[in-house]
């Protein structure tokens, strides 16, 4: 008997020259996105315009910020749930975790440059703030599609002005000897679309649907797309929200960036995610009132998911 082939997941060329709205190309691509979205939550989007230079000089600037003092980092502080400094948990001990609020707002990252560096780092900034642009190209290009391909791009412009961003810089050191390799344990993300760009340490796993982790391993040019409990629940539960790990086996340090989309005010579902054969299934949200749920004791004393929040 041959040996069972390991499952992928859809791999999009973001930049292909066809892929022009209104033409075949854009309209598969379109509908194999929302395909991947409502299978799996999640897809690789290769998008060529982060030069290399770019992609090194993002992980230069990681690794610079995580060598701070421990001290300095944990002035990453925030009135938000979880966007401010995380490290140093037992249960966790490979993983650290810094983050940028409104990462496209040059004064946001010069704020929390000047935070981590009195004296300044101006090419910290400089590239943060260029990664975070083309980032959120990405979001918004695979929002647009998404849209589309439901039918549903009237409501485009809406969500692309009420869209906050959160940018996290994401370490996993190498495990030491006898020490668990689990970078992150099984989760899905509390916001609406999370992107993930790593360095060359692979790690990053998702949950098909039947169950088995499937390993990723992106390019340099490559996001890794995931859906979100937001997303979720904003699709009335046709696009499924990825549950993801780390599992880190290799023998170097780890560093990856990831975006996080969220939207200012209330989330309604769209009428058209609605008919019999599906009944609504969430009432409309805030979320950044779900993310202070998923934080708060009445929270944990549920399973702190989107549809304890806010399902119907």
């Known amino acids: ?8 997941i859809l791999v999009v060329d973001l930049c292909n020259e066809n892929l022009k709205p209104g033409t075949s190309t854009w309209i598969s691509t379109c509908n194999e996105i929302r395909q991947a979205m409502e299978d799996t939550g999640c897809f690789e989007a290769i998008y060529n315009k982060i030069p290399l230079e770019l992609h090194n000089e993002i992980f230069k600037a990681a690794d610079e910020l995580f060598d701070l003092p421990i001290e300095t980092k944990m002035q990453n502080t925030s009135d938000k749930p979880y966007h401010e400094y995380f490290g140093q948990y037992t249960g966790i001990p490979l993983y650290e975790s810094l983050a940028i609020d409104d990462p496209t707002n040059l004064t946001a990252t010069q704020s929390f440059t000047d935070r981590m560096w009195p004296n300044g780092n101006p090419p910290f900034c400089e590239s943060v703030h260029s990664f975070a642009k083309i980032i959120v190209e990405v979001d ?4 647009r599609m998404i849209m589309e391909s439901y039918g549903i791009e009237k409501y485009y412009d809406s969500h692309i002005e009420t869209s906050n961003y959160l940018l996290r810089f994401f370490k996993y ?3 030491e000897i006898n020490e668990h390799n689990v970078g992150l344990y099984p989760h899905t993300d509390k916001n609406m679309v999370s992107i993930i760009h790593q360095n060359h340490i692979n790690g990053l796993q998702i949950k098909a649907k039947d169950g088995e982790w499937i390993d ?18 904003w699709s009335n539960g046709r696009i499924r929200s990825c549950e993801h790990q780390v599992i880190i086996n290799a023998h170097e340090t780890r560093y990856s960036m990831g975006l996080f989309s969220f939207n200012r005010g209330i989330v309604h579902i769209p009428e058209e995610f609605v008919d019999e054969l599906h009944p609504l299934r969430y009432r409309p949200f805030d979320i950044y009132e779900f993310l202070r749920f998923h934080d708060s004791d009445e929270g944990k004393k549920t399973d702190g998911s989107i549809t304890s929040f806010c399902g119907i």
């Not at 008997?1 to 992928?8: E, I, N």
């Not at 918004?140 to 929002?143: I, R």
């Not at 391993?217 to 979720?232: H, N, R, Y």
């Open 1 to 8: 008997m041959g040996s069972q082939t390991q499952p992928k």
């Open 140 to 143: 918004q290009l695979v929002m």
């Open 173 to 175: 050191r190498k495990p």
């Open 216 to 233: 990723l391993e992106p390019s340099p040019s490559s996001f890794v797309i995931m859906a979100a409990d937001g997303l979720l629940a």
